[in-house]
C-alpha cells in the first residue's frame, strides 16, 4: 500500500526558508504527478503547487511563484518543497499528495490517488 510521508515542518520567522519533504513508502510506486497542498487555520484546502515526475516540469500557485521551488528525486521517490521568505500567510499544514496517472486539474485535491498526513509550518511576523 502506498502512503506518503511529509515531513521538515516547524517554526520559522518571516523571512525565513524551511524544506519539506514527501516520501513515498513503495519505492516501486512511480507517480506521473506530485504536489503540495495547504490549509490555512479556519481556511479551505489550496493548491501550492506540482511537479510531473518523468520531465520535472512544475506549477506554482502565484502566491508562492519565485518564493517555492518544487523538486523530485527519483532514486529516493520523494518530493520536496524548498520554501523561502516565508511570510505569516503561509501558516498552513502543508500535505504532499500524489496521482499515478495524468489528471485533468492538479489543482483538484480529490482528484488525487494519494494523501499524507500533513506537516505544520507556522511563520512568525
Known amino acids: 500500500q502506498v502512503q506518503l510521508v511529509e515531513s521538515g515542518g516547524g517554526l520559522v520567522q518571516a523571512g525565513g526558508s524551511l524544506r519539506l519533504s514527501c516520501a513515498v513508502s513503495?519505492?516501486?510506486?512511480?507517480?506521473?504527478?506530485m504536489a503540495w497542498f495547504r490549509q490555512p487555520p479556519g481556511k479551505e484546502r489550496s493548491f501550492v503547487g506540482s511537479?510531473?515526475?518523468?520531465?520535472?516540469?512544475?506549477d506554482y500557485v502565484d502566491s508562492v511563484k519565485g518564493r517555492f521551488t518544487i523538486t523530485r528525486d527519483n532514486a529516493k521517490n520523494t518530493m520536496s518543497l524548498q520554501m523561502s521568505s516565508l511570510k505569516p500567510e503561509d501558516t498552513a499544514v502543508y500535505y504532499c499528495?500524489?496521482?499515478?496517472?495524468?489528471?485533468?486539474?492538479?489543482?483538484?485535491?480529490?482528484?488525487?490517488?494519494?494523501w499524507g498526513q500533513g506537516t505544520q509550518v507556522t511563520v512568525s511576523s
Open positions: 513503495v519505492l516501486t510506486f512511480r507517480p506521473y504527478a
Open positions: 499528495v500524489s496521482t499515478p496517472v495524468q489528471l485533468m486539474r492538479y489543482t483538484n485535491y480529490a482528484a488525487y490517488s494519494y
Open positions: 511537479i510531473i515526475w518523468s520531465d520535472g516540469n512544475t
